[in-house]
C-alpha cells in the first residue's frame, strides 16, 4: 500500500487466489441463502394456498364409461352397483334380476325372483338399495334382498371369459388386484313369502330394516287403492342363552288418506316412526306412529306450486331430512322440525331449495356416507348434488335421453344410471371425486340451515360419535372467538400497559425507570403455555370464587385512585412537590393495594347488593332483580356525561367563584365537587337503570348468561399478560423517543407536566403508540396455549364475559392432531391458518407502516 | 403544581391532572404487581413443592383415623348449613387403597389430631404415595427390623440398584436387540422392493438374515430369562407397611423410590429429601402418566430442538441479514421485504406450526419416506413429526428475529469502517469477515439468543410438529446413527400443558406442573440473562474500537 509506484495490474496480479474465491463463494452463497431463506418465508402463504384452494374447487365428475346392454326389453326398476364399481344389478317389475360387467355391459345371471307371472305394480327400496319390496294389485307385498358378496382368491378357474380387465365365468366376476390375488365378487339374492295385506292393488310401499342388533326388526308401509295405509312390523328377538331368534308380527291400520287421494309413493324411517305419503294430486301426508297403537294423520301440506306433483322422494342419511323431486323440476329438502302448528308438534319446513329441473324429475338417489343426493329428469340430465351447501357439484348428462334406473356408488365415487333410447338400453357410468362437497365459500362465511335445526346459523362441531353426523364446519364461531378474546384482552391490557408506558416515559423518576423497565418486558419472556397453565389452573378458580370482588375491582380501583388524587391535591403545594418522586410512587401503589383490598374485602357485601348474594345464581337469572347490575353498567357513561355537563355547563362560573379561595380551598371544592359528581352519577344511573328494567330490558339472556369456569374473562386476564409488555415496551419507546426540544419548550412556556405529556409528547409519539396497539393486537389474535387452556373452548357466539369461546389458533391446536391428511376439516384448518395469517399480516403491516412514518417524523423534529 | 403564591394567575388544578396521574401511575404499578404476583406465585410453588411437609394424623369424630400432608384450608359452606365453617385439603395417598389421593376435612368434624413421629411417607413407582406406618420388612426370605434404619436402607438402595438394572437390561440391551431383529426385517424388506420378492438376490438374503435372526433371537430369549431372574429375585425384598385404617400392605422395596418419617424430619433431612427430589425431576423419567418422577426427557428434548434450532437459524439469518445489507441494492423493494420479514415476527406461531406439519411433516418427509424408507412405509419414518420438523419449523418462526437482530446490528457498523477496508484493497468478503461481523457480533447473538428463547419456550407449533406427552426414546442415544432427527420427542412446555390438563388429577400434578413451569422458565430466563451478558461483554470489547 505504501508503494507508489505499483501500478493496479500488478496489485491484482497479487492478491491471493484464495481470497477471490472466498469472495465469490460467499458472494453466491450469501446471495442464494438470503434470497433463499426470503422466498422460503413467502413461500409459506403460497403454501397455506395451495392446501386450501382444493376446498373450494367443484371436484371431477363426468368420465362416463358407457356400454350396451343385450337385453333391451329390461326396464329397469332399480339398480345396485358394488363398491368397485364393477358390476350394476337391476330389478324390473317381473321379477327379473340381471347383473351386468359396467364397462363391457356383458349380462351374467343371477338368480331371478319367481313373482308367479305377476307383475309388481308398486316398489320400494331402502336407502342402500339391498332391501327391495314389490307390491301387486292383488293386494299383497312380496319383499326381496340382492346383495353383493366378495371374496378375495389366489388362483381362478381357467376357461373364464374376458371382460376388459376382469374375467367373468356367468355368474361371478374375477378382477385383479394390485398384489396378484382376484377379488371374486357375485349377486346374491333372495326373494320371501308374499304377504296379504290388502284387498286392492298397492300403490305405494316402503320396507325398513331397523331395530338393533340383537333385536332387529322389520317394517312395511303399503296404502292400497282405497288410499288405506297400513303397516306390518316384525320385530325379532334373539335370546341371550340360546341364541334362538323369536319374531312378533303386528299389523296396524294408519288413518286413512282423506278426500279419496290416492297415493303414488311411501316412505318410513327405519325406527318406523315417521310416515310419508304422496299423493297424486300434489299433497303430501305425514303420520306419527311414535306410538304405534294410535297412528296419527298429523301433517297434510302441498310442497310444491299448484299443479306439479311430487314426482320421487326420499330420505337423506339419518333419514332427519326429505328430499322432494316435482314434475315440476324442483328438488327440495325438508325438515321435520318442533312447531306450535303440527299435530305432533313438528311441522316439515322447506330448509334448502336446490337447483331446480328444467324438466320434471324422474329419479332420486341419496348418498349412504353424506348428504350427496342424485336427480334425474326427464330429458336425462342427471345433476350431482349436495343437500346442505345447495351446490350443483356436476352436471351430468345421458345422451340418449330418458334415465330408467340411477344409483349413486357406495363410496360416493361413482354415478350409475340406466338409460334408454328407442329400443337400446345403456349402462353409463361416470367417475366422480367430490372430496369437499359440503364446502363452499358460503357455507364456511355463511349461515347454514343444519339437519335438525330450527334455522340458518353458524356452527362449528367437526366430530361426533353419530353415524350419520355432518360436520358443520363454519368457520365464523372461531372467528367471532378470536375476535371476543382479543377484544377482552385489549380491554384489559390497553389501559394498563398505555397508562403505564405514558407513567414511566414522562412522571418517573429516572432511576425507578431503570428498574420498571426491565421487569416489564421480562413479562414478555414468560412462555405462553406458563401463563395458560396460571390462568386455567390458579385464576380461573380464584375468579370463580370471588366474582364478585373481581368485578368490584374494576370499579374500586379507579375509585381509590381518584380518591387520593383529590386528596393529594389537598397537600399544600411545596410539600406535594417534595414528595412528587418516589414517595408519590409508593403512595400510589399503596393506594392500588387498597382497591383491591377493597374490592376483596367488599366483595361478599357488593354481591348481596348486585347480585342478590349468589352471582352464578344471579347469572343464570334465578334469582335477583336486574337493576343493580344495569346501575353497575350505566354508571360509568352517566358519570361522564354529568363530568362534562357540569364543565360545560357551569365551569367557568365555579372557576370565578372559588378564585379567591388559593390552593387548598380549590382542591377541598374540587374533592367536594368530585363526590358530588359521583353522588349524581348513581342517581342517574340508577334511574336510568329502573327505567330500562321497567321496560324489560335485563343484561342478563342478552349480554351476561350463566357462568363457565373458564371464560373471556379470565382469557382476557391471562391474554393480557401476554400483551402488555410487548405494547408498553414499544409504546414507551415511541414516546421516550419524542425530542427533549418540545418538552422543555412546553414545560417553558407554563405548561404543567401532565399538560406537556397529553397535548404535546403524547401528540407526536401517537402514530408509535398506534404502532404499539396494533402489534398488540396482532400478538393477541394469533395467541394459541393461553386460549386452549383457560377459554373452556366451546365454540359459541355470544359475548357474555362470563362465557366461554374458542379461537382460530386454539381450535387449529386442538383439531389438527387429529385431522386426516387432505380431508375438508384439515383443508379448513389450513384456511383457519391463511385467516389468522392474513389478520396478523394486515394488522402488522399497518403498525409497521405508520411506525416507519412515525420514525421518520420524529427524526425531523 | 404550577400553582405558586407569587403567580397571579389563580392555581389551576385541572392543568395538573392530578387524578390522571394517580390513573397513570395506577396502571403501572398495576402491571408491576401482576408481574411480581405471578413470578412470585410460580417461585413460590415451584420451590415449596418438594419440601417435605408434615404429616398429620386426623382422628375424626366418627371414629375414623386418616393422615395426610395438610395441603391448604378454606372457608366454605357445608351443604344445608347457613354458617360458614373451615376445611382442610389432605393429601392422604393410598390411591391404591382409598381411590383418591386427596380427601377435604370439615374442621367441625374433627376430634384430635397430632404428628406422630413414626409415619413414613413413600413415594412408589406405582399409585402414588403411601402414607402409613413401617412395620416389617423382610429380604430373601428373611426378616427385616424396619427399626435398624441402616440395614434397611442398604437394602432398600440394593433393591432400587437391581431395579436400575432391569430397567436397563429391559430398555437398553432388549431393546436393541429387538431394533436389530426389527432392521433385518427391513433390509430384507428393502432388497424386495429393488428386486422384486423372490427373486435370487431376495432369497439369498433372507437367508444369510435368517442366520443372523437365529442369534439374535437367542440372545433375546438368553436377555429374557435373566430378566425374569431377576424379578423373581425382586420379589422377594418385600416391605409391610399398615395405612391409617389399621390396613397392611406389602410393598415390593424396588418400587419405592424415597421413603422418610415426615415428622421425625430434622432440617438437615428435609434439605436432604429436598434436594434428592430435584435431583430426581431434573435427572430422571416421569411416571404415573407424567405426573411423578422427572422431567429429563423433556428438558432433553428442550434443549436438543433449542440448539438444533440454532444450528438452523443462526447461518440463514445471518446471511439473510448480510444480503439485505450488504448486497441487496438498497431501494423499495428491499424496503417492502424488510417490511414483511418484520410482520414475519409477528405471525402467530400456530400458523408455522400448520405450516410445518404440512409442508415438512407430510409434503418433504413423506418424499423422504417414499425415497429412502419405503420398506417401513405404511409407518411413516420422517412423514410425521419429529425433532427435525419441529426445530425447522420453530426456525422459520424464530428467523425474523434474527434476521432483524443482525440487520440493526450491521446497521450499527459505521460506514466509515467499510468504506475504509475496502479502500485498503480488501474484497467485500474480507471487509465482511474481518470488519462487519466482528463489530455485529453482540447484535447478532443478542438476536439468536433471543430467538432460542422464544423457540424454546413455544409449545403450539410443537404441538403438531412432533412433541408427545411421552417418547419412549430420547432423539440422542447410543443405538446407530446416534442422533434421530426423525423421532418425536418430549418438551418441558407441551409436559406443562399435558399435566395440567390431560391427567387424571389435575391437583395432584398441580405441584408438578409449577415446578417444570418454573424450569421453563428459569431456561428461558438464563438463555435471556446469557443474551444480555454477551452483549454487554462484547460491546465492551469493541468500545472505542470505532472511529
Known amino acids: 500500500m505504501t508503494a507508489p509506484s505499483s501500478a493496479p495490474i500488478h496489485r491484482q496480479r497479487r492478491t491471493r487466489r484464495a481470497v477471490l474465491i472466498a469472495d465469490r463463494a460467499a458472494d453466491l452463497v450469501i446471495r442464494t441463502g438470503g434470497v433463499g431463506v426470503i422466498v422460503a418465508v413467502f413461500a409459506i402463504m403460497a403454501f397455506l394456498i395451495e392446501t386450501v384452494w382444493p376446498l373450494f374447487l367443484a371436484g371431477s365428475g ?800 | 403544581m404550577s400553582a405558586s403564591a407569587t403567580r397571579a394567575r389563580p392555581p389551576d388544578l385541572a392543568a395538573g391532572g392530578e387524578p390522571f396521574l394517580f390513573g397513570l401511575g395506577g396502571a403501572l404499578l398495576a402491571g408491576l404487581f401482576m408481574i411480581l404476583g405471578v413470578l412470585a406465585l410460580i417461585l413460590w410453588n415451584g420451590a415449596a413443592t418438594f419440601w417435605p411437609r408434615p404429616i398429620e394424623r386426623v382422628e375424626l369424630r366418627s371414629g375414623h383415623t386418616l393422615a395426610g400432608e395438610p395441603i391448604r384450608s378454606e372457608r366454605f359452606r357445608p351443604a344445608g348449613s347457613a354458617a360458614e365453617s373451615r376445611r382442610t385439603l389432605y393429601r392422604v395417598g393410598n390411591y391404591d387403597l382409598y381411590g383418591d389421593e386427596f380427601r377435604w376435612v370439615d374442621e367441625a368434624e374433627i376430634g384430635r389430631r397430632d404428628r406422630p413421629g413414626d409415619l413414613v411417607l413413600i413415594e412408589r413407582l406405582e399409585w402414588g404415595v403411601f402414607i402409613g406406618r413401617l412395620v416389617g420388612a423382610e429380604t430373601a426370605g428373611r426378616a427385616l427390623d424396619p427399626a435398624d434404619a441402616e440395614a434397611f436402607a442398604a437394602v432398600h438402595a440394593e433393591a432400587r440398584r437391581r431395579w436400575r438394572g432391569m430397567r436397563a437390561l429391559e430398555r437398553d440391551a432388549i431393546a436393541e436387540v429387538n431394533r436389530r431383529i426389527e432392521r433385518e426385517r427391513l433390509d430384507l424388506r428393502r432388497l424386495e422392493l429393488r428386486h422384486g420378492a423372490g427373486s435370487a438376490i431376495v432369497r439369498a438374503a433372507a437367508d444369510a438374515a435368517e442366520s443372523r435372526l437365529v442369534h439374535w433371537r437367542a440372545e433375546h430369549g438368553r436377555l429374557s430369562e435373566r430378566l425374569e431372574r431377576l424379578r423373581s429375585e425382586d420379589a422377594r425384598d418385600t416391605a409391610r407397611v399398615v395405612e391409617s385404617g389399621g390396613r397392611e400392605v406389602a410393598l415390593k422395596l424396588s418400587a419405592i423410590v424415597r421413603f422418610y418419617p415426615a415428622n421425625a424430619l430434622g432440617p438437615l433431612g428435609a434439605i436432604r429429601v429436598y434436594l434428592s427430589r430435584w435431583a430426581e425431576f431434573l435427572s430422571e423419567e416421569p411416571r404415573e402418566a407424567n405426573t411423578e418422577g422427572g422431567v429429563w426427557p423433556a428438558i432433553f428434548g428442550t434443549l436438543a430442538m433449542t440448539v438444533l434450532l440454532s444450528l438452523l437459524v443462526a447461518p440463514l439469518g445471518v446471511m439473510t441479514a448480510l444480503y439485505l445489507r450488504e448486497y441487496a441494492r438498497q431501494g423499495r423493494a428491499v424496503a417492502a421485504v424488510r417490511i414483511a420479514v418484520n410482520n414475519l415476527a409477528g405471525v402467530p406461531s400456530i400458523v408455522y406450526g400448520v405450516f410445518g406439519l404440512g409442508f415438512f411433516a407430510y409434503l418433504a418427509g413423506g418424499t423422504i419416506d417414499a425415497l429412502g424408507f419405503a420398506e417401513s412405509l405404511p409407518n411413516p419414518t420422517f412423514g410425521t413429526g419429529g425433532l427435525l420438523w419441529a426445530s425447522l419449523t420453530l426456525a422459520m418462526l424464530t428467523v425474523p428475529v434474527v434476521i432483524v437482530a443482525t440487520e440493526e446490528a450491521l446497521a450499527s457498523v459505521p460506514r466509515s469502517m467499510r468504506e475504509g477496508s475496502l479502500a485498503c484493497g480488501a474484497s467485500q468478503w474480507q471487509t465482511i469477515r474481518r470488519i462487519v461481523l466482528p463489530r455485529a457480533m453482540p447484535g447478532i447473538l443478542t438476536g439468536l439468543i433471543l430467538a432460542m428463547a422464544r423457540g424454546a419456550g413455544e409449545v403450539a407449533p410443537l404441538m403438531l410438529t412432533g412433541v408427545v406427552k411421552l417418547a419412549p426414546e430420547l432423539p440422542i442415544d447410543a443405538s446407530f446413527p446416534y442422533l434421530h432427527l426423525e423421532r418425536s420427542f418430549m418438551h418441558l412446555g407441551f409436559h406443562i400443558f399435558d399435566v395440567g390438563f390431560q391427567s387424571r388429577n389435575s391437583e395432584a400434578a398441580k405441584p408438578m406442573v409449577f415446578v417444570a413451569a418454573l424450569v421453563l422458565i428459569l431456561l428461558v430466563a438464563a438463555l435471556n440473562a446469557l443474551a444480555i451478558l454477551i452483549r454487554a461483554r462484547l460491546a465492551a470489547r469493541f468500545r472505542g474500537g470505532q472511529f
Request: proline content about 5%; overall charge neutral.
Open chain 1, 62 to 861: 363426468g368420465q362416463r364409461i358407457e356400454s350396451e346392454v343385450a337385453e333391451s326389453d329390461l326396464r329397469p326398476l332399480s339398480t345396485l352397483v358394488d363398491e368397485h364399481r364393477r358390476l350394476a344389478a337391476a330389478v324390473d317389475r317381473h321379477g327379473r334380476v340381471r347383473l351386468f360387467h359396467v364397462e363391457t355391459g356383458a349380462g351374467m345371471a343371477a338368480a331371478d325372483f319367481d313373482f308367479g307371472g305377476a307383475r309388481a305394480a308398486a316398489f320400494a327400496r331402502a336407502l342402500e338399495g339391498r332391501d327391495l319390496a314389490f307390491g301387486f294389485n292383488d293386494g299383497s307385498v312380496r319383499l326381496a334382498r340382492i346383495e353383493f358378496r366378495s371374496e378375495v382368491v389366489a388362483e381362478i378357474p381357467t376357461g373364464l371369459r374376458a371382460l376388459g380387465r376382469d374375467r367373468g365365468d356367468g355368474r361371478a366376476l374375477y378382477s385383479p388386484l394390485p398384489d396378484g390375488q382376484w377379488r371374486r365378487l357375485w349377486l346374491e339374492s333372495a326373494l320371501e313369502a308374499p304377504l296379504k295385506l290388502s284387498d286392492g292393488p298397492i300403490l305405494a310401499l316402503d320396507y325398513r330394516r331397523g331395530g338393533t342388533a340383537e333385536r332387529p326388526s322389520r317394517t312395511l308401509l303399503a296404502v292400497d287403492a282405497a288410499g288405506l295405509p297400513r303397516l306390518l312390523r316384525a320385530e325379532t328377538r334373539l335370546h341371550l342363552l340360546t341364541r334362538r331368534a323369536t319374531t312378533r308380527t303386528v299389523a296396524f291400520d294408519l288413518p286413512a288418506l282423506p278426500d279419496g287421494a290416492q297415493a303414488t309413493r311411501a316412505l318410513l324411517t327405519s325406527a318406523a316412526d315417521q310416515a310419508y305419503v304422496a299423493a297424486a294430486d300434489g299433497r303430501l301426508f305425514r303420520y306419527d306412529l311414535r306410538d304405534p297403537a294410535r297412528p296419527a294423520l298429523v301433517e297434510t301440506l302441498r310442497p310444491l306450486p299448484a299443479g306439479a306433483t311430487i314426482s320421487a322422494m326420499t330420505f337423506l342419511i339419518g333419514e332427519q331430512s326429505l328430499v322432494l323431486a316435482g314434475s315440476d323440476g324442483a328438488v327440495d329438502v325438508w325438515f321435520r322440525l318442533p312447531s306450535e302448528t303440527g299435530g305432533d308438534g313438528f311441522a316439515l319446513v322447506k330448509a334448502h331449495a336446490l337447483e331446480p329441473h328444467a324438466g320434471a324429475v324422474s329419479g332420486l338417489a341419496a348418498s349412504e356416507r353424506g348428504k350427496l343426493l342424485l336427480s334425474a329428469d326427464v330429458a336425462g340430465r342427471v345433476w350431482l348434488r349436495h343437500a346442505t351447501s345447495e351446490r350443483t357439484l356436476a352436471k351430468l348428462a345421458a345422451p340418449q335421453g330418458a334415465v330408467e334406473a340411477l344409483a349413486l356408488a357406495p363410496r360416493d365415487d361413482g354415478v350409475l344410471a340406466f338409460s334408454r333410447r328407442q329400443e337400446s338400453l345403456r349402462i353409463l357410468s361416470w367417475t366422480v371425486d367430490q372430496p369437499h362437497a359440503e364446502t363452499t365459500l358460503r357455507t364456511v362465511f355463511g349461515p347454514v340451515w343444519y339437519e335438525g335445526y330450527a334455522a340458518p346459523g353458524f356452527t362449528w362441531q367437526s366430530s361426533s360419535g353419530g353415524d350419520g353426523f355432518e360436520p358443520k364446519l363454519s368457520l365464523v364461531p372461531l372467528i367471532f372467538g378470536t375476535l371476543k378474546a382479543t377484544l377482552y384482552a385489549m380491554a384489559f391490557a390497553l389501559p394498563i400497559a398505555l397508562g403505564a408506558a405514558i407513567y414511566t416515559a414522562e412522571f418517573l423518576h429516572r432511576r425507578i425507570r431503570a428498574a420498571v423497565k426491565p421487569a416489564i418486558e421480562m413479562m414478555a419472556s414468560l412462555p405462553s403455555v406458563v401463563l395458560g397453565f396460571i390462568a386455567a389452573l390458579v385464576l380461573a378458580p380464584l375468579v370463580e370464587s370471588w366474582v364478585a370482588a373481581v368485578i368490584l375491582a374494576f370499579v374500586a380501583l379507579p375509585l381509590s385512585l381518584a380518591a387520593a388524587a383529590f386528596l393529594w391535591q389537598l397537600l399544600p403545594a411545596a410539600r406535594a412537590r417534595r414528595l412528587g418522586g418516589v414517595p408519590k410512587f409508593v403512595l400510589i401503589g399503596g393506594v392500588v393495594g387498597l382497591g383491591l383490598w377493597l374490592a376483596a374485602a367488599l366483595g361478599p357485601w357488593f354481591e348481596r347488593l348486585v347480585f342478590a348474594g349468589d352471582v352464578k345464581a344471579w347469572l343464570e337469572g334465578d334469582i335477583g332483580s336486574a337493576v343493580p347490575f344495569l346501575v353497575l353498567l350505566l354508571f360509568v357513561p352517566s358519570y361522564l356525561a354529568i363530568a362534562l355537563g357540569t364543565r360545560r355547563a357551569a365551569g367557568d362560573a365555579l372557576a370565578a367563584m372559588t378564585r379567591p379561595l388559593g390552593r387548598a380551598g380549590l382542591a377541598a371544592i374540587d374533592l367536594a365537587r368530585w363526590l358530588a359528581e359521583l353522588a349524581a352519577a348513581l342517581l342517574l344511573a340508577w334511574l336510568m337503570a329502573a327505567a330500562l328494567a321497567a321496560l324489560g330490558f335485563d343484561a342478563r339472556g342478552s349480554l351476561v348468561e350463566g357462568y363457565a369456569q373458564r371464560n373471556a374473562l379470565v382469557v382476557g386476564f391471562a391474554m393480557g399478560f401476554a400483551v402488555i409488555p410487548i405494547v408498553y415496551t414499544i409504546a414507551e419507546d415511541a414516546l421516550a423517543a419524542v425530542p427533549e426540544h418540545l418538552r422543555a419548550a412546553s414545560l417553558g412556556c407554563g405548561a404543567t407536566p401532565w399538560q406537556t405529556a397529553i397535548r404535546i409528547v403524547l401528540p407526536t409519539a401517537l402514530s408509535g403508540v398506534f404502532a404499539a396497539v396494533m402489534i398488540g393486537l396482532g400478538r393477541a389474535v394469533g395467541e394459541t396455549m393461553i386460549v386452549v387452556m383457560a377459554a373452556g373452548n366451546t365454540p359459541v357466539m355470544e359475548w357474555n364475559p362470563f362465557g366461554g369461546l374458542r379461537t382460530l389458533s386454539a381450535n387449529i391446536a386442538v383439531e389438527l392432531p387429529e385431522a386426516v391428511r387432505d380431508s375438508t376439516l384439515y383443508r379448513l384448518l389450513f384456511l383457519s391458518a391463511l385467516v389468522l395469517f392474513a389478520i396478523t399480516f394486515a394488522v402488522n403491516t399497518l403498525a409497521e407502516i405508520v411506525r416507519l412514518r412515525f420514525r421518520k417524523r420524529a427524526a425531523s423534529l
